[in-house]
C-alpha cells in the first residue's frame, strides 16, 4: 500500500514537472523536403549554430523526403491543421510548386521584408515561383542547377547541346542515361529541357500566359524524345544516375549539380566524371524557407531564417560545405569565401553557363502539361 | 429462467464490449479510409460524381495495370515452386547437414524490409553490380556482353527474393506436420523424390501453400519502394503511379482510381483466401 503511494507521488511530481520544463525550453520545429543531405545540414550543420546563439531552444529538424513529394507532405499537414490556434511547423523547407499552392491558400506567413537579410535576396526566383507570386513569403534556400555529367574516360568531346546530344546518342546507344520523370527530379528537369530546346517560344512557357492548347505543339517533339528513349537507358532515380556514371555502365546523364559534387567528394563518383550545361538551357530550382501563417513560434523562426541567409552561413554551409549556389544575392557570398572554395563551384559549369543556360522550370500547369503529354506520348 | 436471460444479456454485452476495441479500429484505420478512397475515385475536382478519374487512369496507365498483375502473378508463380522446392526438401532431404543450413538460412529475407531488399539488388542486379562481377570473376560470362536486370527482371527477382521465404515458412510448417507413414510407405514402394512431393505430400498441403500464396500476392500488389529503386523504365508498377499522381498533379481522384483497380485485384484474391477459410473452418 505504501509503495503505491509513493509510486504515485513519484509520478503526480513528474507530471507536474513536465509542463515546468516546456515552458523554460522551446522547441523549434523546422521541417524539410529533399534528400537527406537537406536533413544533414539543418541537424547537423545550422541548429547546433542557432542553438548556441539562442540558449534554451533546441532545434528539431525532420525531413519529409525528396522531391516535391515532400513538399506535398509539408502542404497537406498544414491544410490540414488549418484550423487549430497554432501550427506545430516554425519553419518548412519547401519546392517551388508547393510554394505557389501554399501562399494562394494562406498557409504562409509575409516576413522577408521584417528579416535583415530579406534585402539581400534580389533574384527573380524570390519573386516568382513558376508563375506564383511568392514575394515576401519566401528566402531562397539555396538554387540548384541541373546538368549533365559526363565520364572524360568515355566521352573525350562532349555535346553542347540537345541537337549534338542527340546525334550522340544515335551512335552511342545505351551510352546515355537519365530517370525518366517518375524517378527524381533530374529526369524531369532533362525532359522539360527538351521541350524548351525544341518548343518555338520557350519564353511563353516560362513566363506565360498559359494557353491549355500549347501541348499540342509537343506531340512531334515528344515523339522525337520517344525515339531518342529507344538508345537510352532509364535509371532508376537521381542516385540511379550517379550509380550507373560510378560503376561505368552509362557514360553520361543529368545530375543535381549539388549531389553530383557531394557524391565526388564522398568518393562515390570517379574524379575522370565532369559536368556540362548544354544549350539551350536546362532547368535548375532554388528551395525557400518558409514561415507558417499559424507558426507557433514565428519570431524565433524569422530569426532562424536570418541566420540561415546570412552571408556567412550561405558561404561556409551552402557553397562550401554542401556544393549549393547561394539562395541570396552572390555579390553578398562571394567577399565571405577564398578564391579555391568560390571556383571549385564554378570549374565546370561557369557564371556565363548559368546566367545563359540556366533556366527556372515552366509556369505550374505548363510543367503538369509537359508530365502528362509525357505520360501520354512517350513512355 | 429470467436469471438466465440476464445472463445471457450480460454475456453478449460482454463479448460487444471484447470485440469493440478490435471493432473501433478496423473501422476507424481500414473501412473509414477504403471508403474515403473510394468516393474520391468517383468524385470530379469540382465534387460532382464521375467516372473521368477511371477513363484516365486506363487510357494513361492502362498498360501499367496489367503489367502490374503479370509481375505479380508470375512472381507469386515462381514463389509457389521455390517454396515447394525449400519445404520438400526440408521434408525429404537426405542429408542431414544440408537440411538443417537449408533450414536456417531461409527465413533470413524474412526480416529484411522491402527497401533494403531494393536498395541491396540495385547494386547486385546491375550491368556491372555484384552478381555479374562475380560471374566474370570466375570466368563463366563477359561482362560487357551482359545486361543488367534492373528492369521488370529486378522486379520479379526482388519479390521471389522477399516473399519465398514466408510462404515457405507456413508451408513447410504444414509439410512437417504431415503423418510421415504416406511418405515412407510410398518410398517403399520405390516412389522417388520427385514423384513423393508432387503426388504425396503436394495435394496434402495445397490448402496452406494457397493461403501463403494469396497473402504474398496481395503483399507485393502493394509495394511502392522496390518498383520504384529497381527499374526506371515503362511499364512500371501502379503503386508508381499513384506515387506520380499524388505528387506530381496532387490528383487524388486518379490516384484512387488506381487504388480501386489494385482493390479490385487484391479483392480476387482474398476471395480465394475466403472460400477457403470458410470451406475449412481455419484460421489460415
Redesign the interface.
Known amino acids: 500500500m505504501q509503495r503505491t503511494a509513493v509510486l504515485f507521488a513519484a509520478l503526480a511530481a513528474l507530471a507536474l514537472s513536465l509542463p515546468a520544463t516546456a515552458q523554460k525550453a522551446v522547441t523549434l520545429n523546422v521541417v524539410t523536403a529533399g534528400d537527406q543531405n537537406m536533413v544533414d545540414y539543418l541537424k547537423d550543420y545550422l541548429g547546433p549554430m542557432f542553438e548556441k546563439e539562442h540558449p534554451g531552444v533546441t532545434v528539431k529538424a525532420v525531413g519529409t523526403g525528396p522531391g516535391d513529394a515532400g513538399s506535398q507532405k509539408i502542404y497537406e499537414k498544414l491544410e490540414a491543421e488549418k484550423a487549430n490556434p497554432a501550427w506545430d511547423i516554425d519553419v518548412a523547407v519547401i519546392h517551388q510548386k508547393a510554394a505557389g499552392e501554399m501562399v494562394g491558400k494562406g498557409l504562409l506567413a509575409r516576413y522577408s521584408a521584417e528579416i535583415p537579410t530579406g534585402k539581400l535576396v534580389t533574384s527573380e526566383a524570390a519573386k516568382n515561383a513558376l508563375g506564383s507570386d511568392v514575394g515576401g513569403y519566401v528566402m531562397p534556400m539555396f538554387n540548384s542547377q541541373t546538368a549533365i555529367a559526363y565520364n572524360t574516360a568515355m566521352v573525350s568531346d562532349p555535346p553542347a547541346t540537345y541537337d549534338a546530344l542527340e546525334k550522340w546518342v544515335r551512335v552511342n546507344p545505351k551510352k546515355f542515361g537519365y530517370n525518366g520523370i517518375k524517378g527524381g527530379m533530374s529526369g524531369v528537369s532533362f525532359v522539360v529541357g527538351w521541350i524548351y530546346a525544341h518548343s518555338p517560344d520557350t519564353d511563353r512557357l516560362i513566363k506565360g500566359p498559359y494557353d491549355p492548347d500549347t501541348k499540342k505543339s509537343w506531340v512531334p517533339i515528344l515523339a522525337e524524345l520517344a525515339a531518342f528513349n529507344k538508345n537510352v537507358v532509364l535509371t532508376p532515380g537521381n542516385a540511379g544516375t550517379l550509380d550507373m556514371l560510378n560503376r561505368g555502365e552509362i557514360a553520361m546523364g543529368p545530375v543535381w549539380v549539388d549531389m553530383f559534387y557531394t557524391w565526388q567528394s564522398d568518393g562515390k563518383i570517379p574524379p575522370g566524371v565532369k559536368l556540362k550545361l548544354i544549350g539551350p538551357g536546362m532547368p535548375g530550382q532554388p528551395m525557400y524557407y518558409v514561415v507558417p501563417t499559424k507558426a507557433a513560434n514565428a519570431k524565433l523562426a524569422e530569426d532562424f531564417i536570418a541566420l540561415a541567409t546570412s552571408p556567412k552561413v550561405q558561404a561556409d554551409g551552402i557553397v562550401k560545405r554542401f556544393n549549393w549556389y547561394p539562395g541570396i544575392d552572390t555579390a553578398a557570398v562571394k567577399p565571405q569565401l577564398d578564391e579555391a572554395s568560390w571556383s571549385k563551384l564554378f570549374v565546370d559549369v561557369t557564371p556565363e553557363d548559368l546566367a545563359t543556360k540556366g533556366k527556372p522550370f515552366p509556369l505550374a500547369p505548363y510543367f503538369n502539361d509537359i508530365l502528362e503529354s509525357y505520360e501520354r506520348k512517350v513512355q | 429462467m429470467r436469471a438466465e436471460r440476464s445472463n445471457l444479456g450480460d454475456c453478449r454485452l460482454g463479448i460487444l464490449l471484447l470485440v469493440a476495441p478490435a471493432l473501433a479500429m478496423v473501422l476507424a484505420l481500414f473501412v473509414y479510409p477504403l471508403g474515403m478512397s473510394l468516393v474520391s475515385a468517383f468524385t470530379a475536382k469540382d465534387g460532382k460524381p464521375t467516372l473521368e478519374n477511371f477513363a484516365k487512369a486506363f ?2 496507365y492502362g498498360l501499367d495495370i496489367v503489367f502490374t498483375l503479370v509481375i505479380v502473378t508470375v512472381s507469386t508463380v515462381l514463389i509457389g515452386l521455390l517454396t515447394a522446392a525449400i519445404g520438400g526438401y526440408l521434408v525429404l532431404g537426405a542429408h542431414p547437414v544440408a537440411v538443417a543450413v537449408l533450414k536456417s538460412l531461409y527465413r533470413w529475407p524474412l526480416f529484411i524490409p522491402f527497401i533494403v531488399a531494393a536498395q541491396c539488388m ?2 547486385f542486379l ?4 555484384i552478381m555479374n562481377n562475380t560471374l566474370a570473376a570466375l570466368g563463366l560470362v563477359d561482362v560487357g556482353s551482359l545486361s ?1 536486370l ?1 528492369d521488370w527482371r529486378g522486379i520479379i527477382v526482388t519479390f521471389v527474393w522477399k516473399e519465398t521465404p514466408f510462404v515457405a515458412l507456413l508451408v513447410s510448417g504444414a509439410m512437417a506436420a504431415l503423418d510421415r507413414a504416406t511418405i515412407e510407405a510410398a518410398a517403399n514402394l520405390g516412389a522417388g523424390g520427385l514423384r513423393i512431393l508432387v503426388e504425396i505430400i503436394l495435394p496434402q498441403v495445397a490448402g496452406v501453400m494457397l493461403v501463403g500464396l494469396v497473402l504474398a500476392f496481395v503483399t507485393m500488389l502493394s509495394v511502392l519502394s522496390v518498383p ?9 508498377m501502379i503503386t ?2 499513384m ?2 499522381r ?5 490528383d487524388y481522384g486518379v490516384a484512387n482510381a488506381l487504388g480501386f483497380v489494385s482493390y479490385a485485384m487484391a479483392g480476387l484474391a482474398a476471395w480465394v483466401y475466403l472460400r477457403r477459410s470458410v470451406a475449412h473452418g481455419s484460421p489460415l
Open positions: 487510357a494513361l540495385r547494386t546491375a550491368k556491372n553490380g543488367g534492373l520504384i529503386m529497381i527499374s526506371g523504365g515503362s511499364p512500371t508508381v503511379d506515387a506520380f499524388v505528387n506530381s498533379y496532387s
